[in-house]
């Protein structure tokens, strides 16, 4: 049964992943809150896919139990003149969490990328709610097509030129409460936090 579960949520996170792809959009002005421009505070590192290797996975393991085994990992960023990138899938006691890690080499640009995300394509997929105090802005969603009890939350996180997009995808018996979710939210957004640590060291 773990194992037939587990497969569907492979499937969900390959859904929704080809269905929220990378777009480069028209910078979209908002309200200056750090940088607006610039090449930024986060350099590619030269070996992206060891990030995946780097993240720790603490702020989750009360809600989600350890990793189990090794992420699955891609690069992403088809122009590294404009963005690289890297996905990192890992498999947990209670779900599965995909972190996709973009460094833009504008500020701005990763700045239009969130504005166009949250703007455009993430308010079709579920009610949206701002995460203060996470990078420069975040927000979070429960995907629409999560279901009670496997919700898929959704978080999008933009730092100077870094631009996180999280994906957890959990399950338990009974159906999740408004709580239950917003503490897996505040998870994810200390998990982010964490996340944004490690890029510097990179």
Not at 41 to 65: E, F, N
Not at 144 to 151: D, H, Q, V, Y
Request: charged share 20%; proline share 7%.
């Amino acid at each position: 049964m773990i194992s037939m579960w587990r497969s569907w949520a492979w499937s969900v996170l390959f859904l929704v992943a080809s269905c929220s792809s990378t777009v480069t959009a028209t910078p979209i002005p908002s309200t200056p809150i750090v940088e607006t421009a610039g090449p930024g505070i986060y350099r590619v590192p030269d070996d992206r896919p060891m990030l995946c290797d780097t993240i720790s996975y603490a702020a989750l393991k009360d809600l989600q139990g350890e990793p189990n085994g090794k992420p699955e990992i891609t690069k992403t960023g088809s122009d590294p003149a404009t963005v690289s990138g890297v996905r990192c899938a890992q498999q947990l006691d209670g779900g599965l969490i995909s972190t996709h890690i973009s460094f833009w080499t504008k500020v701005e640009t990763a700045r239009s990328q969130y504005d166009h995300h949250r703007d455009d394509v993430d308010k079709e997929e579920g009610k949206m709610t701002e995460r203060p105090g996470i990078g420069t802005q975040a927000y979070a969603l429960e995907h629409k097509l999560g279901g009670p009890t496997s919700p898929i939350l959704q978080m999008q996180v933009q730092d100077s030129n870094a631009f996180l997009k999280l994906r957890l995808i959990t399950d338990k018996p009974t159906e999740y409460t408004p709580d239950e979710i917003n503490a897996l939210f505040d998870a994810m957004g200390a998990f982010a936090k964490d996340v944004l640590a490690e890029l510097p060291k990179a």
